[in-house]
């Protein structure tokens, strides 16, 4: 085995023994102490229900998920756009951020209540817009800072090269950023998940994930309700990991591959 | 550089400033008046040092020859055009405190940025670098990338970078100040042999006397509160300086010239003080 292999996993089965074991306890728990179901399901019994509905759960994954994605995407899009205009013009600067803090420190998720009013109970589009707006923020704020807070050293270096600002956005401020960005999607990536599961606990279709755990939860059907919460929990870590791949193939040599190495 | 004494300079002048000022702020409370009266002339093959304590404006000065900020009054004049010119046609290279080295950048990327923003191709810029890679010793980093080199190295790479592109004159500000002492004296072993070898005009900003003497044909003492010229040393200490120079009697009169400058005491009035130049150092 070579050493960065055995490093690996040096670093790996710690967190995986913890995990068994948690699991173990659980179940040993849930047996000595007779927990009822509707109190704690077994993790047996949670395989199971799992195991039983597994295309269900599937189904409802794909819809959240895709909600997620969705949002993410847009999200991202019009964040970095706006991280442009920002860093461009110091009055949208001036006018924007202080909002989009403002914003940031309020439980935005209660909006998707306003935004279901907007559009058909079965609309995806409430959902879709609520984690873009999730998404935005955190883009916009990383990005943004990413492409204003290069050194003094940099744009002197670039100023005696007598670039332009075009191309010291080009060759400074936007590599710089992309850091940033990585930094951003490893928060919103969860988050977008995690938003669009919650946005279905204010109505319409209930197909979703977050819907599914609801009326399981409502019928007493609560092995099943945890089989959805470890989809959920699948699905936010397929994102989280997916911006981490994302970030490792975008920054071949840059400073993830620092942590990587001092890791 | 040749080693021809730096006041017999031929006519040619790299740098000429004249009835240069600087007021940060002009007409508001805070105004500061950062540097009066400066008439400096820095010959080509020249070595010049600004020294001086902190505030007495030697970075702004730099700064104002580099046209990175537009004097108040005077004018700068660099390879003979105003300084605006001479930036837009890159007529110098600049290297600061912090290496400011490009992280997604390999150290050859780096060193082929100036020539780059030039607009080489791909193949001589890259050939370029490669050749100012083994100038400054660092051939084999070529690939790696700046967080995996030290200081020192990165320091190195940075005066690769600054003169990739040929440019007849450079310009430093404390680009050793960051340094450990024994890195720091054997990069400015190394920057001799390569001004030597490249035939560079420089201009070093720096608060070590030491420093100051062992690099310069020139060194221009400053003052504070505004930054004023206050003397102009000449020293000759030879093209072929080494560890051995710092030790020579020659060494230590003109450290102690320079710091009796700075004190704005006469120098005939001191001892050369051995022990006090070995704390400095």
């Not at chain 1, 919650?198 to 977050?210: D, I, T």
């Not at chain 2, 560079?200 to 900003?205: D, G, H, L, S, Y």
Request: hydrophobic share 50%; with cysteine.
């Amino acid at each position: 085995m070579s050493r960065s292999s055995r490093h690996a996993l040096s670093l790996v089965w710690p967190p995986v023994v913890f995990g068994v074991a948690l699991i173990l306890v659980w179940e040993l728990a849930v047996k000595a102490f007779d927990f009822q179901p509707y109190f704690l399901p077994a993790p047996s019994a949670i395989w199971d229900a799992f195991r039983a509905n597994t295309s269900l759960i599937w189904e409802a994954t794909k819809v959240s998920g895709l909600n997620a994605l969705i949002g993410l995407i847009v999200g991202t899009a019009i964040g970095v756009a706006m991280a442009f205009l920002l860093a461009r013009f110091r009055l949208v600067d001036d006018l924007l951020t202080p909002l989009a803090v403002a914003l940031n420190a309020i439980p935005i998720f209660v909006l998707v209540a306003v935004f279901n009013n907007m559009y058909p109970v079965t609309s995806e589009v409430p959902r879709r817009l609520m984690v873009t707006l999730v998404v935005y923020f955190i883009v916009l704020i990383n990005v943004a800072r990413g492409l204003r807070e290069v050194g003094g050293v940099y744009l002197d270096l670039m100023r005696s090269y007598a670039a332009s600002d075009v191309t010291i956005l080009r060759k400074v401020r936007v590599p710089h950023a992309v850091p940033y960005l990585f930094t951003a999607l490893k928060i919103a990536a969860p988050a977008s998940v995690i938003t669009a599961f919650v946005s279905e606990y204010f109505g319409g279709v209930q197909n979703g994930l977050g819907s599914r755990i609801v009326s399981n939860i409502a019928l007493s059907n609560n092995a099943e309700a945890w089989a959805y919460v470890v989809g959920a929990c699948l699905l936010g870590l397929a994102f989280f990991l997916a911006a981490v791949a994302l970030e490792r193939v975008a920054t071949p040599g840059g400073p993830g591959a620092r942590e990587r190495d001092e890791a | 550089m040749t080693s021809t004494p730096a006041s017999a300079g031929g006519g040619a002048n790299a740098v000429e400033v004249r009835g240069l000022s600087k007021v940060f702020n002009p007409g508001r409370p805070d105004a500061v008046e950062a540097l009066a009266d400066i008439d400096l002339a820095i010959p080509v093959g020249a070595f010049v040092s600004l020294i001086g304590p902190s505030g007495c404006g030697k970075s702004t000065q730099l700064r104002l020859i580099a046209n990175l900020t537009e004097p108040t009054t005077g004018e700068v004049l660099v390879n003979g055009k105003p300084a605006r010119a001479a930036r837009l046609d890159q007529d110098y290279g600049m290297a600061f405190q912090q290496a400011g080295l490009f992280e997604w950048r390999s150290v050859a990327k780096n060193v082929e940025l100036p020539l780059e923003l030039k607009g080489w191709d791909k193949a001589s810029r890259h050939a370029r670098a490669l050749e100012m890679l083994e100038l400054v010793k660092l051939s084999e980093f070529a690939g790696h990338f700046p967080w995996q080199l030290s200081g020192g190295m990165q320091q190195r790479v940075a005066i690769a970078r600054a003169l990739a592109a040929h440019p007849p004159l450079l310009l430093m500000d404390e680009p050793f100040g960051a340094l450990d002492e024994m890195t720091r004296e054997h990069m400015q072993t190394e920057l001799l042999r390569i001004c030597a070898e490249t035939a560079t005009t420089v201009v070093f900003v720096t608060h070590s006397i030491p420093e100051a003497v062992f690099l310069s044909t020139r060194v221009v003492v400053m003052s504070p509160r505004p930054g004023r010229i206050t003397d102009v040393i000449d020293v000759a200490l030879g093209a072929e300086r080494s560890v051995d120079t710092r030790e020579t009697a020659a060494f230590f009169a003109k450290v102690t010239e320079v710091r009796e400058a700075l004190r704005g005491i006469q120098p005939a009035d001191v001892e050369p003080d051995i022990e006090q130049v070995t704390e400095e150092r």
